[in-house]
């Protein structure tokens, strides 16, 4: 396969932005690497808490991206697990060190030396990107590179919130009805959930987007949902929703909160969280997690709803994402802009 010496490639050079579009060279795989020729790379919120220099220390200039699919093209020493014309998917879990506490433990999604992609490790908004073999996952046939980008963060981390709530919950709230929530939501209704969607005050377009893939009631975030919640998930960034989730949940109660980045959560009075309700976050994901959401959602048949544009609008794409002009995900692709439900 020819592959180039320069590539171009969206770069965060200071937090703060934008991207800016540049030459670069092809990265070379190293040992256990594989090389990606990129088809589709998501958007994530994560990206915008990066470049608003939310999460500090990213490894400046980087390439952004955690969403990726592609196609292998090259493999580094040692990197047998992908044949060259495969796909592979590549998430935010970039690498992890295996000796720390957490990793012996299991718990890779705490590890303390992690290297994530396009934070620490250069990721896929660019038209090639390398990654550690390992930490790739196989890409359902199901789906085409557009589709499955947004299962490779949104979905993982929506999958692992919703791992977290007691499994006899029925009565689900789902703060922030974005790209994860509507891949949960998916699973949920599947599970025999009933779905209950909050967004920002007054966004009737987003709710409705809720009723349309099933949820038994959309509303405002500041509203009671009609009945009391079993767990409420969180995808909004707004420190507020944990009292507002834990007011309208019952007792024993969840408040997962799935965001890598929230403002200050006000203070509440503790009877909201009497009666054994817990409040938690998700962090990360494991390997584990990946695998069980990318076996689970051809059977629930998980259908993402994806606005696609170039990455050269890798700046648009984000501005979208920031006033929530789009349903659902956001993705970058090498192919002309196209919306749909794929
Ligand atoms: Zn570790
Ligand atoms: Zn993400």
Known sequence: MDIPDMMTA??????????????IPVPVPGVGEVLLRVGACGVCRTDLHILDGELAAPSLPIVPGHEIVGVVVGNGAGATRFSVGERAGVGWL????????????????LCDNARFTGYTINGGYAEYAVADQRYCFRVPPQYGDVAAAPLLCAGLIGYRSYRMIPENA???????FGAAAHIVAQIALHEGKRVFA??????????AFARR????????????????????????PAGPLVPAAL????????????????????????????????IRSVANLTRRDGEELLSIAPKVQVQTDCTTLKFRYANKALDMLRTGAAD????????????GRS
């Open 328 to 339: 659902g995900a956001i993705v970058l692709t090498m192919v002309p802009e196209l919306t």
């Open 213 to 236: 893939l099933g949820a038994s009631w959309a509303g405002d975030s500041t509203q009671l949902p009609p009945a009391e919640l079993d767990a409420a998930i969180i995808f909004a």
């Open 170 to 176: 029925i009565d689900i709230g789902i703060y922030g």
């Open 247 to 278: 007011a309208a949940c019952a007792k024993g109660g969840v408040v997962v909160c799935g965001g890598i980045h929230m403002s200050d959560i006000p203070s509440f009075p503790y009877s909201i969280l009497w009666g054994e309700r817990v």
């Open 94 to 109: 970039g690498a992890t060190c295996g000796t720390c506490r957490y990793c012996l433990k299991g718990q890779e999604n």
């Open 198 to 207: 909050f967004t920002k005050p007054r966004d009737a377009k987003t709710q």
């Open 10 to 23: 969206m770069v965060l050079e200071k937090q703060g932005g934008p991207l800016v579009e540049k030459r």
